[in-house]
């Protein structure tokens, strides 16, 4: 049976910033207190970077620095899917351990994560590390008859959660589609149905196994972050991301396992990042045209990387075109020029500007142009703004002139 400790009832709540929570389909005021639990999904470690992860990371990056700003300490936890359905298969295709692949690209992946000026994460469980973990949390559903076990396989019956669908808000012939297309098996003649999700598996050929008692195999993925989770932060987090492509089946499955575990609410906000595409085309591994973030950084500082980056908003989605960089490189080169190398201060209209846009759904778009039109005025003599306002304004973006 799996048991945490009571969170304390005393706590300081206040309102902070205003987001787009996924669940509730709108902007809203989000109510925290001094301590913020923040879970966001990380990568699956069997590529390089590319500039999809920099963005969904980057916009939990300011979210955590705007949140210190305003007094919250921020506990980050980031996983690392290190055994799943995608990097088994990249590991055999290369001729190396599947855990070989995962160290090699994690270490790019922190690499790049530095330059960027991203924060670290406190804690970054790895799948691999917390079978125990996810076989304790398997057990207690089964324990409470969420499961069914079909030749060896272990399932989340979906009939046991009623409330499944309440994330996505799709009606359940749009979830089916969506299962089919990112992973899911709704065809599967052993599962009672289409939408229920794999918990253990037996491993193939070839794949690691662990012992458990649901047979010897691995576990699936979407337990996974349930385990790793909850071990880190607790039963309830206050923020949860990732990408806009988890939001179903991914985070839809992890509330209703975890809750149906818990009974409380799994996340109580939920933030998720558009996707980036390339000159027109979805941004994949298949289609060869991924603008990896190692490469990137051989042409630009990696502030110009954060600084086109928040020229675009968090949730809309948007193209990433080849003159991006270059025009990045030069807006920064102003910045860094105008600020003239002044010490940060933190009080004046310019960043209280950028507090302003920031707490407005994470206003990056505004906040770009706040930061060019500053400096622009400051070259041109006709600043309301010192220097070193503009400097705790870029600093507080992670920006660092």
Known sequence: MVMWPLRDEKVKYFMTMRLYDTAQVAVVDIELDDHVRMYVCGITPYDSTHLGHAATYLTYDLIIRRLEDLGHTVQLVR?????????????????????????????????????????????????????????????????????????????????????????????????????????????????????????????????????????????????????????????????????????????????????????????????????????GTKMSKSLGNLVFVSDLRKEIDPRAIRLALMAHHYRSGFEWFDDEGPRA?????????????????KVGPLIDQVRNALDDDLDTPRVHQLLLNEAQAIEGGVASASPGCLVASASLCGIEL
């Open 329 to 345: 490189q030069k807006d920064l080169e102003l910045l860094v020029r105008s600020a003239g190398g002044a010490e940060p201060v």
């Open 79 to 279: 996983n690392v899917t290190d055994v799943d359905d995608s990097i088994l298969p990249k590991a055999r295709e290369l001729g190396i351990d599947f855990l070989e692949l995962a160290e090699t690209e994690m270490n790019r992946f922190s690499e790049d994560m530095v330059a960027l000026n991203a924060r670290q994460a406190d804690s970054e469980p790895r799948a691999t590390e917390s079978i125990k973990g996810i076989v304790d949390l398997i057990g207690t559903l089964v324990t409470r008859g969420h499961t069914y076990t079909t030749e060896g396989t272990t399932y989340f019956d979906v009939t046991t959660f009623p409330a499944f669908g309440k994330l996505s808000h799709l009606t359940d012939q749009e979830m089916v589609a969506l299962a089919a297309e990112r992973g899911g098996r709704p065809d599967d003649p052993k599962q009672r149905n289409p939408l229920d999700f794999v918990l253990w598996q037996p491993s193939a050929n070839g794949e690691p196994s662990w012992d458990s008692p649901y047979g010897s195999g691995r576990p699936g993925w979407h337990i996974e972050c349930s385990a790793m989770s909850m071990s880190a932060l607790g039963p309830a987090l206050d923020i949860h991301g990732g990408g806009a492509d988890l939001i179903f089946p991914h985070h839809e499955c992890e509330i209703a396992q975890s809750e149906s575990v818990s009974g409380e609410p799994f996340s109580k906000y939920w933030v998720h990042a558009g996707l980036v595409a390339y000159q």
